[in-house]
Each structure stands twice: as C-alpha cells, then as structure tokens.
C-alpha cells in the first residue's frame, strides 16, 4: 500500500478532533434541547430523564475516547519524540545519522519528516563545514610553517654571536618582534679595535618588514664593503642612495612604504673614537647621574625628500652605557591611560639602570616594559641595543 493511499484513509488529528467535536456539539445541543422540553411539558419529565442520562453516559464517553485520542495520537507521540531529539542532541558523533521515527501520516509525522529533513540538511551543513575548516587549519599549517622558518631565517642574519664576542656581558639586546617576524633587527660588524653596530626599523610588520630587512640588510653589507666602517654617516648615505634605485619602482604607490629608520655607532677601541650617524633614532648615553643624547636625521632612508646624514662626535668613557631604541619602544601604549612610553619616561629608566651590570638591566628594562604595557597589546616591533665600553 502507497504512503499515499495510507494518508488519504487514516484521519488526520484535526478531522479527528472536529470528529469528536460535532459529535459532543450535537449531544450537548439535544441535551439543552431536552431540558427545555422537560420544562415545558411535565408529563414527559421522565422519559426525558432517561434520555438525558442516557446522552450524559454518552458525552462521558465521548470525553474518555477524546483524552485516550489525545494521549495516543498527541501526548504520546510527542513524548516520544522528546526523548528522540535529546538521544539526537547528545549523540557522541554525526556519524551515527540517527533521525526521529515517522509514525503515520497525520501532522505530527509530517512534522516529524520535515524535522528529519532539516536535521540531514544540517549534518551536510557540518560536514562541508568540517572540511572546509580542515582545508584552513592545513593552509594556515601550512603558512605557519613557513613563517616559523622566515622566523629562523631572520634570526640568522642577527649577529648575536659576533656582538657577545666584542662586548661579553657588557651588552644586552632586547628584540621583540610584534608578530612572529619583524621589521626591526639590529646589525654589527668587526674589523680590528673597530666596530660598527646598530638598530634598524623598517616600515611593515610580519613578514612584510620581514622581507624588507633582508633586502636593508643586503644594502648596508654593500655599502660597508664599498667604503668601510669607519663614517655611519657614510653608510647611511651610500645605502641610501644604493637602495634607491632597487625600490624606486615599489616608490612609485604611495600606498606602499619602503622607508627604513636606522642608528648606527662606530667605535675605534684603540683611539677611544666614537661617532654616531642616524635615520630618526637617537643614541642615548648616561652615567647615572645624567642622560645625554644625539638626535639622528630627521629624515628615514629612502624617504620621498633627501637627507644628508652627518657624523657626531660622542665620549667614549667606560662609565657610560649606551642605548639604542627603535620606535616601538617609544610609541607603545600603557600606563593608566594609554599614552604612549615616550622619550621622558625611557630617559627616567635609563637613569635608574645605567649604572647596573648590563644582564641586570636586560631583566630590568623587560620587566619595566611589560608593567607599562599591562593588558594593551603590542602595537610595533621593538628593539633595543645597549653596551658599555671598558
């Protein structure tokens, strides 16, 4: 027998109900029509009584078979489809497919099939959903990964060793990059009594900044092996004008920055010679008791206006400590307010600290920095290089 002929000879909860309900309407209708009568004639009192008794029987009837109606084709099955939709709410996995049962053919069995199809339609939902996140998690695994090893790549390019050989524990480096990579990192080359280091900042962040600080780093080691280490002024200005012509056609957007902040100090241990050129960083030095500084050219490398960077002139003397800081140190937000750190309050720092052991001020300065910051995120990459010469 089809599903179709079944639904046209079972009756539906409705016509059943409307059933029951002309059938009640009729007998409470003879019954008022019987009292009525019985008024008006008393000598038919008592075969009326009988009749009424007997109708009354009946609507009792017709009430019992209206509540076993409803607890068999309402209550029921919707008792069971509760405890169905909890069993389906709280299955282990989607893979079990379970769905209500459909029991006949009146409202609620189609309420029952249209529940099981939304049901399916929403476990194919899932389904595509699950592996189009699984196909994201492998993608973002994926540039995860080769993030992590840019990571790697870039840290090689820092020369760490070859600064804790010059200075041992008379240095510190604090880098923090804002994401995995950067664009600040800090460069240092060896030639003799001389030396040559400093911090840079280029424009980006991630891997953008990252990209660009191996292209800086390329243009500064051929600007040092052009004219030397000797001038910072001049290495800025040879990498300047070098790295021009490289990103002349990256210059052309506006949209897109390649500008470069840089701070370079070179030291001549047997003169006891220092001098200092800069790109919008300042060198700051102290002895405890004061804080002096030289502001670097107002201008970045490969900025649209040209600058031409100068050499300063700084005292070398073994009771100073050095520092150089790129931007983010300044710009980060904290405090009570959000301001920015700003250059009077890292003057403050450098005055507390200067006179400690450098490993001392390393802590020092990272935890200083962290209390300031507190719950507001890191807004740029951060690098800072400090060092005393003995």
Same mark, same amino acid.
């Given at each position: ?19 029951? @309900? !002309? ?32 109708? @009354? ?17 309402? !209550? ?19 893979? $079990? ?40 998690? /492998? ?5 995860? /990964?080769? !993030? ?16 804790? %050989? ?12 804002? $994401? ?9 080359? $060896? ?28 243009? !500064? ?27 002349? %056609? ?15 100090? &070179? ?16 060198? &700051?030095?102290?002895?405890? =008791? ?15 206006? =040209? ?19 790129? /931007?983010?140190?300044? /710009? ?35 935890? @200083?920095? @962290?209390? &300031? ?18």
């Amino acid at each position: 027998m089809s599903w179709r002929s079944r639904h046209s000879r079972e009756l539906s909860i409705r016509n059943i109900f409307l059933l029951l @309900a !002309i059938l009640n309407g009729v007998v409470l209708c003879y019954l008022i029509y019987s009292a009525w009568s019985a008024l008006q004639d008393s000598a038919a009192g008592q075969m009326h009584a009988h009749t009424t008794l007997f109708l @009354a029987i009946l609507l009792v009837i017709g009430v019992t078979i209206s509540y076993r109606i409803v607890s068999q084709r309402v !209550i029921r099955p919707l008792r069971r489809l509760a405890w169905e939709s909890y069993a389906i709410a709280h299955q282990p996995s989607l893979e $079990d497919d379970l769905v209500l049962n459909v029991e006949g053919s009146d409202e609620i069995s189609s309420l029952t099939k249209a529940f099981n199809q939304v049901l399916r339609s929403q476990r194919d939902a899932i389904v595509q959903l699950d592996s189009a996140n699984q196909k994201l998690r /492998d993608v973002n695994r994926k540039v995860s /990964d080769s !993030i992590q090893y840019a990571a790697l790549l870039q840290k090689s390019i820092l020369p760490d060793r070859l600064i804790k %050989e010059r200075f041992g524990p008379d240095h510190f480096v604090l880098w923090m990059p804002r $994401d995995t990579v950067g664009g600040d990192y800090y460069v240092f080359h $060896d030639e003799g009594p001389c030396c040559l280091a400093g911090v840079a900042d280029c424009a980006g962040h991630g891997v953008s900044g990252a990209m660009m600080t191996m292209l800086a780093r390329a243009g !500064i080691d051929r600007a040092i092996q052009q004219i030397g280490i000797n001038s910072p002024a001049a290495v800025l200005n040879a990498t300047n004008a070098g790295m021009s012509q490289v990103l002349s %056609e990256a210059r052309l957007s506006r949209t897109i920055a390649t500008t470069m902040d840089m701070g370079l100090v &070179f030291m001549d241990l047997e003169s006891r010679q220092m001098r200092y050129a800069g790109a919008r960083i300042s060198l &700051f030095w102290s002895d405890g =008791t004061t804080v002096q500084c030289v502001r670097g050219g107002n201008r970045s490398l490969w900025d649209r206006r =040209t600058c031409a960077y100068e050499d300063h002139l700084i005292p070398m003397d073994s009771g100073y400590t050095y520092y150089l800081a790129t /931007d983010g140190v300044f /710009d980060q937000s904290g405090g009570e307010h959000g301001y920015g750190l700003g250059a009077d309050r890292f003057r403050q720092w450098i005055l507390e600290h200067a006179t400690k052991p450098l490993p001392e001020q390393h802590e020092d300065f990272s935890k @200083a920095l @962290a209390a &300031f910051m507190g719950e507001f995120p890191q807004r740029d990459d951060i690098t800072m290089l400090s060092f005393r010469v003995l």
